[in-house]
DNA sequence: TATTGTTATACTCTATAACTATA
DNA sequence: TATAGTTATAGAGTATAACAATA
C-alpha cells in the first residue's frame, strides 16, 4: 500500500514558483497510483500483476525479469503463482532448450485484457474536467515529452 | 523499485478520450514516483522514509500507523530502526504511561528537511515547460481538486 | 475490561550464491 | 566455459495473535 502520499496529509508551505505549485497539485492527484488499488482488487499480488502486465505475449524468464527490474530468481516463484492459477504456462523453446517461454492461457489473456483496460482508465478527477481542459491538459502535457 | 511503470514499455492501443490520452501521457511522466529515488538515494529504506515524512511533530506509535496505514507492530520495528540510527526518540507521554511519543531528535529534522525539500522539486519536464504552460497546467489541475 | 505498544510467528518480495541442464 | 532457469537461504516489509503494562 502506499506510505507515499505526499501533499493534503503534510501540511506544505507555499511552494514559491508555479513549477512547484503546479507540481504540488499534480503530486496529491496521482499519488497513490491507482494500480495498486486494481491489483489489490483483483486478488493479485503487485509482483504478479507485474508478470501479468509484461506478458502481453509468450516471453523468456529472463525476460520477464528485466522488465519487471528484478532477479531471475524472483521469476521463478511468480511464474509458479500464475501456473497454479491457471494463468500462464511455461512451454519449450523451439531454438534454445535451455529457454522458457511464459506464454499466457485463455484465461490469463482474458484477465490481463480486463485488467489493462481497468488499468489505462483516467482516474475520476480527470474524467470531471471540462473537454476544454481535457484537452488543454493533454497538449501541455505532450509537450512536456516532445 | 517500480514494477508499476504502464506507458513506454508496453505498446498501448490508442486511448480512445481526451481524457484517456491526457492519462496515458501523464502516467508516463509521473510513474515510477520520483519520491521513491530520493529514499534509496538518501539510504533510507521506503519505511523508515514514510515514517520520517509523517514526523513533522511527535506523534504516538498508534498514529504513525494510521497515517502509514499499517498494523502496530511494524511501527515497532520502524521506530526502532530510526532510533539505531539517531533520528528520533521515544519519549513518555505526559498524560498516558502506556503512550510512547516519537520526536525526531535535531539530526532527524535536519535530514527530514532536506529530504522533504527535495521531495517537493518538481520534476525536470515540469520545469522544462514555459512559463506559460507551467501556469496553464497548474490553473487546470487546481480546477480538478476544486 | 479496554487500549498501547511489544513479541512471536508467518507470508510475500527481494537478492545472492550454488546448482542443473543445456549450449 | 558460459548461459537459462532453479533451489537454498537470508533480509526487509507486512500482517495476525498473544502478551505486558497501564488505563
Redesign the interface.
Known sequence: ????T?TK????PA?G???????????????P?P??AIAQESGLR??TF?AL??L?EPRAMSEIAA????DNSNVTGIVDGLEARGLAERTASPGDRRVKLIALTAEGRRLRGRL?RE?????A?????S?D??????D??????A
Chains 1, 2 share one sequence.
Request: net charge positive.
Open positions: 500500500m502506499s506510505k507515499t505526499e496529509r503534510v501540511p506544505s511552494a514558483s508555479t513549477a512547484g505549485e503546479a507540481w504540488e497539485v499534480l503530486a496529491s492527484l496521482v499519488y497510483p494500480f495498486l503487485p509482483a507485474g502486465r509484461v502481453d522488465l519487471l527490474r528484478c489493462m488499468a489505462r482508465k483516467p482516474p478527477w480527470l474524467e470531471g474536467l473537454s481542459d481535457q484537452r488543454t491538459l493533454r501541455v502535457l505532450r509537450r512536456a515529452t
